[in-house]
């Protein structure tokens, strides 16, 4: 088991903690009265709906590859990391969402001219955004910046080049190679068309390695490559960051002065 009880006790716990404020927080933003027009629209048919897919989509991994499974189904592990791919891209979305949001209803600007659409955000290289929010906010914000690096490493591979996957197992190096003995003399076997020598060899394989709940896109010394991640704990702390950048940039938007 790659938790312990305990663990995934907490796991589930922060879950239900977190989705809570989530509904506190999306009631609140579907109710408040706005400037614009598209500031409730991004609120409500934006942020909080990938608020509502980002809880579905961790329900959903927990369910296909449980925190306590040791071994996983090949096609559970397969469907999790679709419900992973669509959960990083609404993640990365929603905080896109609420800089957005902020830009219209604070009417934010650079150097007196409106910021452009394809620099809006709240990442660290955001600056003009970031400096337009309060000094606690602004602090807050750059509590985040190693998560941002993280979200935009993996966001960046799905969007752009490497999907994001769940490896089925871990070898030493001693089961890679029985690994590769088996997958070449059960091609062999296929050739000879001795499927059920084939189906042996294959059921061989599949009992080689330990599963590891890890997420990743690309191995390698690229700098655009990836680290593993536990993806059972990272999807409970991206739900919470995102909740928590949520709750205080709704402050900030109530911190605005009242339009006459």
């Given amino acids: 088991m790659p938790y312990s009880a305990e663990q995934i006790a907490e796991f589930h716990h922060s879950l239900d903690e ?3 404020r989530e509904r506190a927080l999306s009631e609140a933003l579907i109710s408040r ?4 027009e598209r500031s409730r629209v991004m609120a409500v048919q934006g942020f909080t ?5 980002l809880i579905r989509c961790i329900e959903q991994v ?6 306590e499974a040791e071994k996983p189904s090949r096609q559970g592990i397969n469907d999790a990391a679709i419900w992973l791919q669509a959960f990083v891209i609404n993640v990365y979305g929603a905080v896109d969402n609420l800089a957005r949001l902020w830009v219209w209803e604070a ?4 150097k007196g001219k ?3 659409s394809m620099y809006i955000g ?3 290289d ?4 970031r400096e337009s929010l309060s000094e606690a906010m602004q602090e807050h914000m750059s509590g985040t910046d190693a998560w941002f690096g993280y979200l935009e490493n993996y966001r960046h591979a799905l969007a752009h080049r490497i999907p994001l996957y769940i490896p089925s197992t871990r070898m030493d190096d001693e089961g890679a190679a029985e690994w590769r003995r088996l997958e070449t003399e059960s091609f062999e076997a296929l050739k000879a068309r001795n499927f059920n020598l084939y189906d042996e060899l294959l059921g061989q394989q599949s009992e080689l390695g330990v599963f590891e709940p890890w997420m990743m896109h690309a191995y390698g010394p690229d700098t655009d490559d990836g680290t593993p991640v536990r993806f059972h704990p990272q999807m409970i702390c991206d739900l919470a960051t995102v909740v928590e950048i949520g709750e205080k940039m709704l402050q900030e938007l109530d911190s605005l002065p009242q339009e006459a």
């Fill in 126 to 129: 955001n600056t003009a955004i």
């Fill in 18 to 20: 977190w989705a809570a």
């Fill in 122 to 124: 709240l990442t660290p």
């Fill in 107 to 110: 009417d934010a600007k650079y």
């Fill in 114 to 116: 409106p910021i452009p």
């Fill in 49 to 53: 709906r990938r608020l509502h897919t």
């Fill in 62 to 67: 927990y369910e296909l590859v449980p925190p």
């Fill in 33 to 36: 009265a706005y400037r614009q």
